[in-house]
C-alpha cells in the first residue's frame, strides 16, 4: 500500500501494524470447540494429576464400582480403592508411560498397605515420610500400558489430598501441554462437558466443584477456575453454561469469579444450561415444571400479555433465564460490558428454529428490544447418515451418506430463518453451540471408524463449515476438541482417538482455522431485484406462482445481503386489486414507513407499477425487509428493488466488539490492513464505501470519523 503525503504522519502506525501483523497466527477465530468430558476411560489426559480423571474413590476390593463415605471434597472416610485410567490404546503412544508419582495423607503413623489389582506395570517404591507422616510412592507404567487401579487398606479413616502425578510433570502443574497445545487453533472453548451441566443438581454457590476436590468427574466437574485458567493460558474467549437450578447468589459468585479471574483482554459467552428445550436431560422437564409453576402468578413476567399455556412458558422461561443471567453478569462486569465482554447466547433446536420466534417475541415484550439483551442465537447443526443406518455399510458408504446429508444443508429453511431473525433483532451472526457428524448407533460401528480415517471425512468436514459461514452463520463451537474412542456406540464425538496421531477431522479444522472466514452468501444481493414470492415461509412450488399475494395481516420477510451500507429508498412494484390497500414497511427490526397502493380506476384492474421510496439505512452484510399488510389485503407483488440515496462509512466500532472509540478499534484496523486475520470474522478494509481498498482515503476516512468528523 502506498500513502500520500497527506497520510505520512501515519507512517510509524502502518509500520508498526506490519510488523505486529506479521507475528499473529493466520486464524479463523469462529472455528471453536467444546472439550468433551473428563473421565477415566477418555483420552485427552488435561491434568498432570491424573487423580482428577479417576472415577472417584470406590469399596477397596472394588475400586471399578461401589460407594464409600466421602468428606466434602470427594476423598474417602475408611478404606478406599481408586480406578485412575482404563481402556487406552494399547497400539499408539500417547505418551502414558513412564514413572507415576503418587502420594496422600492419612491417620496414624503406620504406612496402609497398598494394592495395584490388575494395573499395567508395577510399583516402584512405597514409604511413608517419618516426619511429615506423608505417604509417597511410584508406578511405572509401561508403554503400550492402559490401566491403572490403586487401593489403600488400614487406612485409620482414609486418604487426604491425594495426587499422582503423570510422567515429566512437575509439582504444581495443572495442564498437560499436548492437550492446551491441541486446543490453540480453536477461538473459543465451551466447558458444556467439563462442568457436568447435562442434569447438574446444582443449586448453591456450596454445590460447586472446587480445587481442592479429590476427582473433577462430581457436582460441577472441573472447577470454574481452572476453566477461566485454561482460557487465559490460551488466550481464548471463554463460553460458560450456568446450571438449570443455580439460584441468583450461584450466579453472582460466578460472575464475580470469571471477572476476576480471566484476561481482561477475553470476553465471555454466556449460556443458560444446555439444550433446555431437550427432553432427554432434566433440566428440560425442571424448567418446564418451574414455567407452569411461574406463571400460576398473575405478576409473572412470563405472562406479561396475559398467555399461560403451557408449553409456550416452557420456552418463555428459557429466554427469561438467559436475559436474567446475562443481565446478572453484565452487572457484575460493569457498564458498557453487555454484549461486549458479556455475551448472552439464546439456544433452541437447530430443527425447531421457531422456538427463537417465541422467545424472542416474549424478550421484545416483556423487557424491550432483545439486541439490548441478547449477543446472539446460537443452534447445534449436527449431520448423521439419515435412515442409510438401518442396512450393513461399507466405510465408503457411509460416507456417502454423511454427504447426501451434508448436501441439502445449505438449502435449509433453519439457515435462512437463523439469518433473518438474527437481522432482524440486529443480533450478531448465528452461531453454532455444538455441532459436526453424528453417527450414533450400534451399527455400522467398525465402518463408522475406519470412515473416520479416510480422508474424505476431512473435506465433508471443511464443506461443512464453509457452507456454515456462507450461510450467514458466526461461531462453530465443534463438538468436541480431544480424543476418545469411536469404537462404541456413542458415535465418533471426538476430533481424534489420539492427540499422539490426529486425525483427518482434526486436520481439516485446523486447516479451516489458519483460512480467512469464508464470505457469507446468504440472502439476495441488494439493492437488485429481490423477487417477491422468494420470502422466508415461501412454499417449495414459489416459483410456479405468478406472483406473490398477501392476506390480512400477512407478514413477508426477505433477507438481502448489502455490500455498501448507506441510505437507500425502497420501492415495490405491486398492483393492487382493490381501492386502496395499506402495506407496513420495516427493516432491522424498526418500522420504516408505510406505502399505500391505490387503483383510481377499481373496479378495473391496474397494471402493476413501482410504488414508493420509502427510506431505509441499511448495514453491510445481512438486513431483513419485513412488509405487512395492514389495511385494503387484495395486492399482487412481483419485485422488491432501492435506489442508493447516500453511502456511509462503516462503523468506527470495527472489531465489532460494541465498545467504541477506543485504542483496540485503531489497532485491529491497521492490523486486518497489514493482513491479519480480523478478531470477529471478515473485516471490511473498504471503510468509506467506495469499492476501492486499500486506498489511502479508507485509512483518512478512518481517522476523520474516529475523531467526530463526517465521512469521505
Given at each position: 500500500?502506498?500513502?500520500?503525503?497527506?497520510?505520512?504522519h501515519?507512517?510509524?502506525l502502518?509500520?508498526?501494524?506490519?510488523?505486529?501483523?506479521?507475528a499473529?497466527?493466520?486464524?479463523?477465530p469462529y472455528?471453536?470447540?467444546?472439550l468433551?468430558?473428563?473421565?477415566?476411560?477418555?483420552?485427552?489426559?488435561?491434568?498432570?494429576?491424573?487423580?482428577?480423571q479417576?472415577?472417584?474413590?470406590?469399596?477397596?476390593n472394588?475400586?471399578?464400582?461401589?460407594?464409600?463415605?466421602?468428606?466434602?471434597?470427594?476423598?474417602?472416610?475408611?478404606?478406599?480403592?481408586?480406578?485412575?485410567?482404563?481402556?487406552?490404546?494399547?497400539d499408539?503412544?500417547?505418551?502414558?508411560?513412564?514413572?507415576?508419582?503418587?502420594?496422600?495423607d492419612c491417620?496414624?503413623t503406620?504406612?496402609?498397605?497398598?494394592?495395584?489389582?490388575?494395573?499395567?506395570?508395577?510399583?516402584?517404591?512405597?514409604e511413608r515420610?517419618?516426619?511429615t507422616?506423608?505417604?509417597?510412592?511410584?508406578w511405572?507404567?509401561?508403554?503400550?500400558?492402559?490401566?491403572?487401579?490403586?487401593?489403600?487398606?488400614?487406612?485409620?479413616?482414609?486418604?487426604?489430598?491425594?495426587?499422582?502425578?503423570?510422567?515429566?510433570?512437575?509439582?504444581?502443574?495443572i495442564?498437560?501441554?499436548?492437550?492446551?497445545?491441541s486446543?490453540?487453533?480453536?477461538g473459543?472453548?465451551?466447558?458444556?462437558p467439563?462442568?457436568?451441566?447435562?442434569?447438574?443438581?446444582?443449586?448453591?454457590?456450596?454445590?460447586?466443584?472446587?480445587?481442592?476436590?479429590?476427582?473433577?468427574?462430581?457436582?460441577?466437574?472441573?472447577?470454574?477456575?481452572?476453566?477461566?485458567?485454561?482460557?487465559?493460558?490460551?488466550?481464548?474467549?471463554?463460553?460458560?453454561?450456568?446450571?438449570?437450578?443455580?439460584?441468583?447468589q450461584?450466579?453472582?459468585?460466578?460472575?464475580?469469579?470469571?471477572?476476576?479471574?480471566?484476561d481482561?483482554?477475553?470476553?465471555?459467552?454466556?449460556?443458560?444450561?444446555?439444550?433446555?428445550?431437550?427432553?432427554?436431560?432434566?433440566q428440560a422437564?425442571?424448567?418446564?415444571?418451574?414455567?407452569?409453576?411461574?406463571?400460576?402468578?398473575?405478576?409473572?413476567?412470563?405472562?406479561?400479555?396475559?398467555?399461560?399455556?403451557?408449553?409456550?412458558?416452557?420456552?418463555?422461561r428459557?429466554a427469561?433465564?438467559t436475559v436474567?443471567?446475562?443481565?446478572?453478569?453484565?452487572?457484575?462486569?460493569?457498564?458498557?460490558?453487555?454484549?461486549?465482554r458479556v455475551?448472552?447466547?439464546?439456544?433452541?433446536?437447530f430443527?425447531?428454529?421457531?422456538?427463537f420466534?417465541?422467545?424472542?417475541?416474549?424478550?421484545?415484550?416483556?423487557?424491550?428490544?432483545?439486541k439490548?439483551?441478547?449477543?446472539?442465537?446460537?443452534?447445534?447443526p449436527?449431520?448423521?447418515?439419515?435412515?442409510?443406518?438401518?442396512?450393513?455399510?461399507?466405510?465408503?458408504?457411509?460416507?456417502?451418506?454423511?454427504?447426501?446429508?451434508l448436501?441439502?444443508?445449505?438449502?435449509?429453511?433453519?439457515?435462512?430463518?437463523?439469518a433473518?431473525?438474527?437481522?432482524?433483532?440486529g443480533?450478531q451472526?448465528?452461531?453454532?453451540?455444538?455441532?459436526?457428524?453424528?453417527t450414533?448407533?450400534?451399527?455400522?460401528?467398525?465402518a463408522?471408524?475406519?470412515?473416520?480415517?479416510?480422508?474424505?471425512?476431512?473435506?465433508?468436514?471443511?464443506?461443512?463449515?464453509?457452507q456454515?459461514?456462507?450461510?450467514?452463520?458466526?461461531?462453530?463451537?465443534?463438538?468436541?476438541a480431544?480424543?476418545?474412542?469411536?469404537?462404541?456406540?456413542?458415535?465418533?464425538?471426538?476430533?481424534?482417538?489420539?492427540?499422539?496421531?490426529?486425525?483427518?477431522?482434526?486436520?481439516?479444522?485446523?486447516?479451516?482455522?489458519?483460512?480467512?472466514?469464508?464470505?457469507?452468501?446468504?440472502?439476495?444481493?441488494?439493492?437488485?431485484?429481490?423477487?417477491?414470492?422468494?420470502?422466508?415461509?415461501?412454499?417449495t412450488?414459489?416459483?410456479?406462482?405468478?406472483?406473490?399475494?398477501?392476506?390480512?395481516?400477512?407478514?413477508?420477510?426477505?433477507?438481502?445481503?448489502?455490500?455498501?451500507?448507506?441510505?437507500?429508498n425502497?420501492?415495490l412494484?405491486?398492483a393492487?386489486?382493490?381501492?386502496s390497500?395499506?402495506?407496513?414497511?420495516?427493516?432491522?427490526?424498526?418500522?420504516?414507513?408505510?406505502?399505500?397502493?391505490?387503483?383510481?380506476?377499481?373496479?378495473?384492474?391496474?397494471a402493476?407499477?413501482?410504488?414508493?421510496?420509502?427510506?431505509?439505512?441499511?448495514?453491510?452484510?445481512?438486513?431483513?425487509?419485513?412488509?405487512?399488510s395492514?389495511a385494503?389485503?387484495?395486492?399482487?407483488?412481483?419485485?422488491?428493488?432501492a435506489?442508493?440515496?447516500?453511502?456511509t462509512?462503516?462503523?468506527?466500532?470495527?472489531?465489532?466488539?460494541?465498545v467504541?472509540?477506543?485504542?483496540?478499534?485503531?489497532?485491529?484496523?491497521?492490523?486486518?490492513?497489514a493482513?491479519?486475520?480480523?478478531?470477529?470474522?471478515?473485516?471490511?478494509?473498504?471503510?468509506?464505501?467506495?469499492?476501492?481498498?486499500?486506498?489511502?482515503q479508507?485509512?483518512i476516512?478512518?481517522?476523520?470519523?474516529?475523531?467526530?468528523?463526517?465521512?469521505?
Open positions: 500500500m502506498k500513502f500520500s503525503r497527506r497520510t505520512m501515519l507512517g510509524g502502518v509500520a508498526l501494524a506490519l510488523c505486529s501483523a506479521a499473529l497466527a493466520q486464524t479463523n472455528i471453536a470447540a467444546n468433551g468430558g473428563v473421565a477415566d476411560w477418555m483420552r485427552s489426559h488435561e491434568f498432570a494429576d491424573i487423580t482428577k479417576s472415577r472417584g474413590f470406590a469399596p477397596v472394588t475400586p471399578w464400582d461401589g460407594v464409600v463415605p466421602l468428606d466434602d471434597t470427594g476423598h474417602p472416610l475408611d478404606d478406599a480403592g481408586l480406578y485412575i485410567m482404563c481402556c487406552q490404546p494399547t499408539v503412544e500417547q505418551g502414558l508411560s513412564g514413572v507415576y508419582r503418587f502420594s496422600f491417620a496414624g503406620e504406612t496402609p498397605r497398598f494394592r495395584g489389582f490388575d494395573s499395567s506395570g508395577q510399583l516402584i517404591s512405597y515420610d517419618p516426619l507422616g506423608r505417604v509417597y510412592g511410584e511405572f507404567l509401561p508403554q503400550g500400558g492402559d490401566r491403572l487401579l490403586m487401593s489403600f487398606y488400614k487406612t485409620q479413616g482414609g486418604v487426604r489430598n491425594m495426587k499422582i502425578m503423570r510422567p515429566g510433570t512437575t509439582e504444581g502443574q495442564f498437560m501441554p499436548t492437550f492446551v497445545d486446543l490453540r487453533h480453536f473459543a472453548i465451551r466447558f458444556m467439563w462442568t457436568k451441566t447435562n442434569n447438574s443438581p446444582a443449586v448453591r454457590w456450596s454445590d460447586r466443584s472446587t480445587l481442592e476436590d479429590a476427582s473433577y468427574r462430581w457436582r460441577t466437574g472441573v472447577p470454574y477456575e481452572l476453566c477461566v485458567d485454561l482460557c487465559n493460558e490460551l488466550q481464548r474467549d471463554m463460553w460458560i453454561n450456568v446450571p438449570h437450578m443455580a439460584d441468583d450461584f450466579v453472582q459468585k460466578l460472575a464475580i469469579l470469571i471477572r476476576d479471574r480471566l481482561p483482554d477475553l470476553n465471555v459467552y454466556v449460556e443458560y444450561s444446555n439444550e433446555v428445550w431437550n427432553f432427554m436431560f432434566e422437564d425442571w424448567n418446564y415444571d418451574q414455567g407452569v409453576l411461574e406463571a400460576q402468578d398473575p405478576a409473572s413476567i412470563l405472562r406479561y400479555d396475559g398467555v399461560t399455556e403451557a408449553d409456550t412458558m416452557r420456552h418463555r428459557i427469561k433465564r436474567e443471567i446475562g443481565q446478572q453478569f453484565a452487572n457484575v462486569f460493569g457498564p458498557g460490558s453487555m454484549n461486549t455475551r448472552p447466547v439464546l439456544a433452541a433446536q430443527g425447531a428454529t421457531w422456538q420466534d417465541k422467545m424472542l417475541s416474549f424478550i421484545n415484550g416483556a423487557y424491550g428490544p432483545a439490548d439483551r441478547i449477543y446472539a442465537l446460537a443452534v447445534a449436527y449431520f448423521n447418515l439419515g435412515g442409510a443406518d438401518t442396512r450393513t455399510l461399507t466405510p465408503p458408504e457411509v460416507l456417502d451418506a454423511l454427504q447426501g446429508m448436501d441439502r444443508l445449505p438449502t435449509s429453511y433453519q439457515y435462512e430463518h437463523l433473518t431473525m438474527s437481522a432482524w433483532h443480533l451472526p448465528f452461531m453454532a453451540y455444538e455441532g459436526g457428524p453424528d450414533t448407533g450400534s451399527a455400522n460401528v467398525a463408522k471408524r475406519d470412515a473416520m480415517y479416510d480422508p474424505r471425512i476431512g473435506s465433508i468436514c471443511t464443506q461443512y463449515l464453509r456454515w459461514h456462507e450461510a450467514g452463520g458466526g461461531m462453530f463451537m465443534w463438538f468436541h480431544g480424543s476418545g474412542s469411536w469404537i462404541n456406540d456413542n458415535g465418533s464425538w471426538s476430533l481424534t482417538e489420539s492427540l499422539a496421531i490426529g486425525s483427518p477431522k482434526y486436520s481439516a479444522l485446523q486447516a479451516m482455522a489458519q483460512q480467512p472466514v469464508p464470505p457469507t452468501l446468504a440472502g439476495v444481493p441488494f439493492p437488485g431485484p429481490v423477487d417477491a414470492r422468494r420470502h422466508l415461509n415461501r412454499n412450488d414459489w416459483e410456479t406462482r405468478a406472483n406473490e399475494q398477501m392476506g390480512p395481516s400477512d407478514t413477508r420477510d426477505y433477507l438481502v445481503r448489502v455490500s455498501q451500507p448507506g441510505t437507500y425502497l420501492r412494484l405491486a393492487p386489486t382493490v381501492a390497500a395499506d402495506i407496513w414497511v420495516g427493516a432491522n427490526g424498526s418500522q420504516i414507513g408505510s406505502l399505500t397502493l391505490t387503483n383510481p380506476a377499481w373496479p378495473a384492474p391496474m402493476r407499477q413501482w410504488w414508493g421510496a420509502v427510506p431505509v439505512q441499511l448495514n453491510a452484510g445481512l438486513n431483513t425487509i419485513r412488509l405487512r395492514t385494503g389485503y387484495q395486492f399482487a407483488m412481483w419485485e422488491l428493488n435506489d442508493l440515496v447516500s453511502l462509512c462503516d462503523s468506527i466500532d470495527f472489531n465489532r466488539n460494541g467504541f472509540p477506543e485504542d483496540q478499534d485503531v489497532s485491529d484496523f491497521f492490523n486486518a490492513l493482513g491479519a486475520p480480523c478478531p470477529t470474522g471478515p473485516c471490511d478494509l473498504d471503510f468509506n464505501n467506495n469499492s476501492v481498498f486499500p486506498e489511502d479508507d485509512v476516512s478512518f481517522f476523520t470519523v474516529l475523531a467526530g468528523g463526517q465521512c469521505q
